[in-house]
């Protein structure tokens, strides 16, 4: 499924699009390919990627690859899925404890569209955080590790 | 004497109440007793045996004409859920001023005094009628809630019907499920509690709890399995929640090697000006003048007409003419000067040249 996916191997790549793609919102999925989680994360990301052509673009990172961004992001689990308008970071409140990224798949295709919808329509608006209108039952749950931060 | 208008009749008649007493009246007078009689009668019939019926909009409102006292009468009696029916006619008729009103009626009209006491509902017919109705209502009641327990039971027998059936669906599908699933997902002890839950026994409200339970802990598998790479040790260079400096923002240390590739890039930049400034230009409207101009065509001098006199009187042509004269003239100046010099002027030169530098 990641085959129809474009893929970003070096920090500079991902330098590139994240300064580069301009009015639509930037997903990266950091994660291995290999892995399960990953493998059905990236299935409903290649399946709606066409559909959302204009809203959103979308590329894959390995995070072996790129252990600059793993650190700054704070990536412990994997996949791990953060959103990016006009080279701004943008934040979600998921109902989660983590805001920067989503972590772990979703449960459905239109959990994915709602939640790219409302990221847009909120970069459009100005806002640099908005709320998941997806259910928290269907938000992966995960425990944050406090390592002194 | 003087203008009477019969109701019956519907004339006007000038010969005073004389044409009461004429055929055409009285047979008009029976016709229209005859009619009210009917309903009275019906209406008389149900005292004994009222009719109470739940309220039915397209047929429960009917109006009734009364010719005693010239007023239009509910027929049915109706609190908007249950109706009693001609229950409204029988009220009128036992009010005191409906027996005035038909005992002037059968003054007036000279009608068959027999037929006046059936119009009119006395004290005690209306008593005996209010008890009867009470039963009926009571019988009514009955009836009802009889019809609701039914259809209850059916729509439990549904639901249970419903329930079942879904039970037996998830059921095969959970157990493949959690056999399904890795270790950290915890498969054992989930087997191991539906088991026990399986066990109490067919409460409803314990069913359709089981199952939210069972299809919140399948989807509760992936965030419990989900990869654990390792802690980032962020401390010497701070990470997101720290506010640090953005990776894309951060000078790269491969950036001396990338300067011909920012070279490269250059144009790209260029090329993204040009496009956001044709995106505005494609919000302006497609018809405005000078939409189709094509900036990129060359242009000779005689794009503009630039021949014009400012202290000329005459046509506008004689000005051009004039200044074309006057091109031409210069032209031809320019390039008889230019021949001549080629032509004759430097061979002069030359010679003088050559003789000065002789002598």
């Known amino acids: 499924m990641s085959l129809f996916l474009a893929k970003l191997s070096c920090k500079r790549d991902i330098d590139e699009v994240i300064k580069t793609v301009a009015e639509k919102v930037l997903v990266l999925r950091f994660g291995r390919d290999e892995d399960s989680v990953c493998l059905q994360l990236d299935e409903i990301l290649s399946k709606t990627a066409h559909d ?43 109902g989660s ?53 | 004497m003087g203008a009477f208008y019969c109701a019956i009749c519907r004339q006007t008649s000038f010969s005073g109440k004389a044409h009461i007493f004429g055929k055409s009246h009285q047979s008009k007078l029976k016709v229209v007793l005859v009619k009210f009689l009917e309903k009275v009668k019906e209406a008389r019939r149900t005292i004994k045996n009222p009719q109470v ?90 009836k009802e809630d009889g019809l609701i327990k039914q259809q209850a039971t059916h729509i439990r027998a549904q639901e ?11 059921e095969p599908k959970a157990e493949l499920e959690l056999s399904n699933t890795e270790g950290p997902c915890n498969s054992v002890d989930e087997a191991s509690s539906s088991s026990h839950f399986r066990a ?78 044709q995106e505005k230009l494609k919000k302006l409207p497609p018809n405005r003048v000078g939409a189709n101009f094509d900036h990129s065509s060359q242009t000779d001098a005689n794009w503009l007409p630039s021949f014009g006199r400012v202290w000329n009187s005459g046509r506008r042509w004689q000005s051009r003419h004039q200044f074309r004269e006057e091109e031409g003239q210069t032209n031809r100046q320019k390039r008889k000067r230019d021949q001549g010099a080629e032509g004759t002027k430097k061979p002069n030169r030359l010679n003088s040249d050559y003789s000065m530098h002789c002598t």
Request: aromatic residues 10%.
């Open chain 2, 200 to 277: 109490p026994g067919s409460d409803e409200q314990a069913r359709s709890g089981r199952v939210d339970q069972m299809v919140a802990r399948q989807w509760a598998g992936p965030g419990q399995g989900l990869t654990f790479i390792g802690y980032q040790d962020s401390s010497n260079s701070g990470n997101v929640h720290t506010g640090a400096i953005p990776p894309w923002l951060q000078e790269d240390p491969n950036e001396g090697r990338s300067g011909t590739m920012e070279q490269a890039i250059g144009p790209s930049l260029q090329d993204f000006l040009k496009q956001k400034e």
């Open chain 2, 160 to 170: 249970q019907h419903r329930q079942e059936v879904l039970q037996s669906l998830i």
């Open chain 1, 52 to 94: 959302l052509s204009n809203m959103a673009s979308i590329y894959i990172v390995d995070v072996d690859s790129a252990p600059v961004y793993t650190r700054y992001f704070d990536i412990s689990y994997i996949p791990s899925t953060v959103f990016f308008f006009n080279g701004q970071h943008m934040k979600v409140d998921y």
């Open chain 2, 53 to 142: 019926e739940r309220f039915d909009c397209t047929q429960h409102k009917r109006k009734c004409w009364c010719y005693c006292c010239g007023l239009e009468v509910e027929r049915d009696v109706t609190d908007g859920d249950i109706t009693v029916l001609f229950g409204g006619l029988l009220e009128h008729m036992a009010r005191p001023d409906h027996r005035k009103g038909t005992h002037t009626f059968w003054w007036e009209n000279k009608a068959d005094p027999k037929l006046r006491d059936k119009f009119i509902i006395t004290e005690n017919e209306m008593e005996r009628f209010k008890t009867e109705v009470a039963k009926a209502l009571g019988s009514f009641e009955d």
């Open chain 1, 97 to 149: 404890p983590d805001h920067t990224k989503f972590v772990g798949s979703f449960k459905t295709k239109q959990d994915f569209l709602d939640l790219i919808e409302v990221i847009y329509r909120g970069a459009m608006r100005g806002k640099m955080i908005v709320k998941s209108p997806i259910d928290p039952q269907n938000i992966p749950k995960y425990d944050l590790l406090y390592h002194g931060i």
